[in-house]
């Protein structure tokens, strides 16, 4: 998307966003040089009193010449859009930095902080309040350094602080001094605050005070001081010494200037005598502190796993709940006159195999006991026929000897599922031949032997089952 120029400046690239202006890099075209270009916001200037205070600030931030500073050009109008012009510095801001890079070493945090404390103590000596320091308006140039730059809008981005968006207040927040939270106004030990809070953040990575909400984030600044509990290697302890003089809640009860609270560091580390005991000491605070944090990570980690489980219990029961419904449903019967519930399709689909071998089961049951019962009725047939002897007749009786009956019941099934009104058609072939041979003996017992009959078997038909005539009995005569 193509830039319209502004003036005299001719707009190439956009570098940043916040509630107050948007931020270019823009061309010079009269002075040929490269420059910061914020347009200011509509929401930024509500009103002509506004408007007003901020041509003030810039005047007097166009009169901080400094090496460290992005001191300001001049402050211009073109059909209605009101622009800031500022010094430009090439490089990216310390919040690129620390999102691309991470932690800086402490010689880099140490050097950076110190070009910065230079920077503000010159705008602190000509009355100037910065009020907004943060990585997003601290350049880390390779050629020219910590630059901080800002200084016309950090009146505007204050006073936004109630009616930007939350990302953008809990960003501001993150270094607000106790004393402005209270309602009190800025003041050069404010930006000592800030510049303290940074150098937390860059040696760490993570801002010192943060939270989900901007509230929390002020409970932090007006609670008790928590510092990190491990520095970057060659990091001197001293060093929290400084901080918690630079952070203490009364603005008194800070260093003097800001570079004094920079150079803290080394200073105290040069003192060498009796702090052997004070470093033991805050070494065991630090442990202690590490071995807080854990607890409460691992407390945490407890409380969501705790969590997840019960959640998975109450998922598990609805879903144990919703399948019982269906079983009940599917399997629930109407009562007379009652009027039939419709199953869904899905819950009879689930049921029908069951169905399937329940029906299936009941015609197996079926067919044992009738060929249980058709087996004892032909014992019966052949010991009512005399087929089967009976003990206790007497010797001079002839008796018959059975020695061959031979009953084959065969099935086939020609489907796994039986209904009653496919119910397999039992045909019986029983022709037993009966030959009696004589025998030279005193007593005439004659022999009995059945000739060889077709074995019966059992066909699958859908008709009633029949039972075949018998064939007649022979008898080969006394």
């Not at 609270?261 to 005598?273: G, H, I, K, V």
């Not at 010991?383 to 031979?406: C, D, V």
């Not at 030959?435 to 017992?445: E, F, K, N």
């Not at 699958?460 to 022979?474: D, G, Y």
Request: net charge neutral.
């Amino acid at each position: 998307m193509s830039l319209q120029p502004l003036g005299q400046y001719r707009l190439e690239e956009h570098l940043s966003s916040s509630r107050v202006a948007e931020m270019y890099r823009a061309y010079d075209m009269v002075r040929k040089r490269v420059v910061f270009l914020h347009t200011l916001k509509a929401s930024a200037l509500t009103d002509e009193t506004g408007m007003r205070r901020l041509r003030q600030q810039a005047q007097a931030a166009a009169e901080l010449v400094h090496p460290r500073l992005a001191w300001v050009w001049e402050i211009g109008e073109d059909k209605g859009q009101y622009y800031i012009v500022e010094r430009y510095v090439s490089g990216p801001t310390l919040a690129q930095r620390l999102t691309e890079s991470g932690p800086l070493s402490w010689e880099e945090a140490s050097e950076a902080i110190t070009q910065l404390a230079q920077g503000l103590d010159f705008a602190h000596s000509r009355g100037w309040v910065h009020r907004a320091v943060t990585p997003q308006n601290i350049f880390l140039s390779s050629e020219l350094g910590a630059v901080l730059s800002g200084l016309a809008l950090s009146g505007l981005a204050i006073q936004s602080l109630t009616v930007e968006t939350e990302a953008e207040r809990i960003q501001q927040a993150r270094y607000l001094a106790p004393e402005i939270w209270q309602g009190q106004p800025p003041s050069p030990a404010s930006d000592q605050y800030a510049l303290a809070c940074i150098l937390v953040e860059m040696l760490t990575g993570k801002p010192l005070f943060d939270g989900a909400s901007v509230e929390e984030i002020r409970e932090q600044h007006l609670s008790a001081l928590k510092l990190p509990h491990t520095w970057p290697p060659g990091t001197p302890w001293q060093i929290e010494l400084a901080l918690e003089r630079a952070l203490a809640q009364q603005p008194t009860l800070r260093y003097a200037s800001v570079s004094d609270f920079a150079t803290a560091p080394q200073q105290l580390a040069a003192l060498t005598t009796s702090d052997e005991q004070e470093r033991q000491r805050r070494a065991e605070l630090a442990l202690q502190r590490r071995a807080a944090e854990e607890e409460a990570r691992q407390a945490a980690e407890e409380a969501a796993r705790l969590a997840a489980l019960e959640q998975a219990k109450r998922e598990l029961e609805e879903q144990v709940r919703q399948q019982v419904e269906l079983l009940t449903q599917a399997s629930r019967e109407p009562l007379p006159g009652e009027t039939s519930t419709v199953t869904p399709p899905t819950a009879r689909r689930a049921t029908k195999p069951a169905d399937a071998k329940q029906r299936t089961k009941r015609a197996a049951t079926g067919l044992i006991w009738l060929f249980s019962a058709l087996f004892f009725a032909v014992v019966a047939w052949a010991w009512f026929n005399g087929m089967i002897p009976i003990a206790g007749l007497a010797a001079e009786t002839p008796t018959p000897t059975f020695t061959q009956t031979s009953i084959a019941l065969t099935s086939v099934f020609t489907s796994s599922t039986v209904s009653p009104t496919h119910m397999p058609t039992a045909t019986f072939t029983t022709s037993p031949t009966f030959s009696v041979t004589p025998t030279p003996s005193r007593t005439r017992a004659p022999t009995i032997t059945p000739s060889p009959s077709p074995t019966p078997t059992v066909t699958a038909r859908p008709a009633t089952p029949t039972r075949t005539p018998r064939a007649p009995r022979e008898d080969s005569g006394d």
